[in-house]
T-cell receptor
């Protein structure tokens, strides 16, 4: 009954370091998303994927890269972390890209960049 | 462009009191509207959604929301608050973007505090 799983849940980085957040879903969903959540700003879409091997930019893609090599996994990478990337990151998935579809979220990954 | 405005970043009610969380949207026709709830240290989960049909939508845990097109609103209510309702609530609207991608626009969230 895992749903959407994110690892790691917490991470502290120094400015300039790189890291990768992993999102895994076991619901065979086609669509996957990475959001960041900042106080007072709700959720903002970073990147998304409409299927294995395809990715696209969202609202705030700068400083991030993604890959979807396997349908069940969606990776978010930070090549050179900056303090402005301190945030809580949420991965989500949906069965289709339907306008009425439900998003299923992971529990979040809290990243602090010093 | 689509947008969602949630009035009040923090709302505090007493246990047993009415809960009213406000959401206004701007969207092209038709709007598809959602409320998600986020409990502490958890991801968001769907509370309810409006797609078509009845404008009063019932969700989980006794919550409901009414779609009012004339007011471009989708306020969330619950007649009697429970301590377990303390969480952050997000209103969202979905819209079709380029390349047939359906994007969700989230409001900035309202934190609900329930006092004993």
């Amino acid at each position: 009954n895992a749903g959407v799983t994110q690892t790691p849940k917490f991470r502290v980085l120094k400015t300039g370091q790189s890291m990768t957040l992993l999102c895994a879903q076991d619901m065979n969903h086609e669509y996957m998303y990475w959001y960041r959540q900042d106080p007072g700003m709700g959720l903002r879409l970073i990147h998304y994927s409409v299927g294995e091997g395809t990715t696209a930019k969202g609202e705030v893609p700068d400083g991030y890269n993604v890959s979807r090599l396997k349908k069940q996994n969606f990776l978010l990478g930070l090549e050179s972390a900056a303090p402005s990337q301190t945030s809580v990151y949420f991965c989500a998935s949906s069965q289709t890209g339907s306008l009425t579809g439900e998003l299923f979220f992971g529990e979040g990954s809290r990243l602090t960049v010093l | 462009a689509q947008s969602v405005t949630q009035l009040g970043s923090h709302v505090s009610v007493s246990e047993g009191a009415l809960v009213l969380l406000r959401c206004n949207y701007s969207s092209s026709v038709p709007p598809y509207l959602f409320w998600y709830v986020q409990y502490p240290n958890q991801g968001l989960q769907l509370l309810l959604k409006y797609t078509t049909g009845a404008t009063l939508v019932k969700g989980i845990n006794g919550f409901e929301a009414e779609f009012k097109k004339s007011e471009t609103s989708f306020h969330l209510t619950k007649p009697s608050a429970h301590m377990s309702d303390a969480a952050e609530y997000f209103c969202a609207v979905s819209a079709r973007e380029e390349y047939n991608f359906n994007k969700f626009y989230f409001g900035s969230g309202t934190k609900l505090n329930v006092k004993p």
